[in-house]
Nanobody, 115 residues
Framework: QVRVVESGGGLVQPGGSLRLSCVAS????????MGWYRQAFGKRRELVAT???????NYADSVKDRFIISRDNGKNTVYLQMNSLKPEDTADYYC?????????WGQGTRVTVSA
């Protein structure tokens, strides 16, 4: 069982930045595929960014060139640096860990982009 805990959400003005953090338990964190989804009210869940155990990264087109995903295996942590935020980035953001064929999810952290 892997426990996933997100933090770092909040209210930010358009054009601002925010960094989300996600800590996943387990001694083999470096082997996990990690990523972030988001879900805005009334919309479908969207995969935002993925970082694989070998360091490969994928981004949704909607966040490419604005968001940066990274990981610190020594701290069992993955980060999502969000820059140039737009009102349409407002959503609940969920971190996941994928290991041994199973996905583990956090409770989510809310990001609100508003003036």
């Amino acid at each position: 069982q892997v426990r996933v805990v997100e933090s770092g959400g909040g209210l930010v003005q358009p054009g601002g930045s925010l960094r989300l953090s996600c800590v996943a338990s387990g001694s083999i964190f470096s082997s996990y595929q990690m990523g972030w989804y988001r879900q805005a009210f009334g919309k479908r869940r969207e995969l935002v960014a993925t970082i694989f155990s070998d360091g490969a990264i994928n981004y949704a087109d909607s966040v490419k060139d604005r968001f940066i995903i990274s990981r610190d295996n020594g701290k069992n942590t993955v980060y999502l640096q969000m820059n140039s935020l737009k009102p349409e980035d407002t959503a609940d953001y969920y971190c996941y860990a994928f290991s041994a064929g199973t996905e583990y999810w956090g409770q989510g952290t809310r990001v609100t982009v508003s003036a």
